[in-house]
């Protein structure tokens, strides 16, 4: 089993930063793509960003410029940092890990999301 602990939510002003980390532990082979969903009242869950075990990321229109994910593979955690922070970034935010073994093959987990909300 692989387990996966977010942390780094909170309350924060417009404008302002935060950083959430993922960090995945338990029976890993190896971990390709780590991503970053979120999911506002209401509405459905959207990715945020990603990126490969090569480095490449994606990021949605919305947070380019403002957000910037990374990933620590020696501690199997991925970041995003959270920049110029607007109240329609307030949602539940969730990381993802895509895992690769030679029995299951690529599977993915959740982590269990952490609340970001963002005062006007």
């Known amino acids: 089993q692989v387990q996966l602990v977010e942390s780094g939510g909170g309350l924060v002003q417009a404008g302002g930063s935060l950083r959430l980390s993922c960090a995945a532990s338990g029976s890993i082979f190896s971990i390709d793509t780590m991503g970053w969903y979120r999911q506002a009242p209401g509405k459905q869950r959207e990715l945020v960003a990603k990126?490969?075990?090569?480095?490449?990321?994606n990021y949605a229109d919305s947070v380019k410029g403002r957000f910037t994910i990374s990933r620590d593979n020696a501690k199997n955690t991925v970041y995003l940092q959270m920049n110029s922070l607007k109240p329609e970034d307030t949602a539940v935010y969730s990381c993802?890990?895509?895992?690769?073994?030679?029995?299951?093959?690529?599977?993915?987990?959740w982590g269990q999301g952490t609340q970001v909300t963002v005062s006007s």
């Open positions: 990126i490969s075990s090569g480095g490449s990321t």
């Open positions: 993802n890990v895509v895992l690769y073994d030679p029995t299951r093959g690529i599977h993915d987990y």
